[in-house]
Nanobody
């Protein structure tokens, strides 16, 4: 059974930093893509950053240069370092894993991902 468990969310002031973690277990393949998505109240869930075992990555324009995604060496953990946070970053952040490796230009597409975590809340105050 696949499990994705996020942690590291919290409340920070604008300009602050947070590091999200996602622990993965039970994934059926050795090579796969993982990504972070977020959903603010009343908005669609959107891709934030994704990566794979080959360290290919992709970022949403809104977070490029502020966020950094990385897959753990054992490929069982996904991280998101978030710097210079802004109030518009406030959302529930979800970890997702695909059944295999996703093309770089599709790393932020929801439909590519089969497994999802329960989410961790990030709140940024001005």
């Amino acid at each position: 059974q696949v499990q994705l468990v996020e942690s590291g969310g919290g409340s920070v002031q604008a300009g602050g930093s947070l590091r999200l973690s996602c622990a993965a277990s039970g994934l059926p393949t050795s090579y796969y893509s993982m990504a972070w998505f977020r959903q603010a109240p009343g908005k669609e869930r959107e891709g934030v950053a994704g990566s794979d075992n080959f360290h290919v990555s992709n970022y949403a324009n809104s977070v490029e240069g502020r966020f950094a995604v990385s897959l753990g060496n054992d490929a069982r953990a996904l991280y998101l370092q978030m710097n210079d946070l802004k109030p518009e970053d406030t959302a529930m952040y979800y970890c997702a894993a695909a059944r295999g490796v996703v093309s770089q230009w599709r790393l932020l597409e929801r439909n590519e991902y089969t497994y999802w975590g329960q989410g961790t809340q990030v709140t940024v105050s001005s």
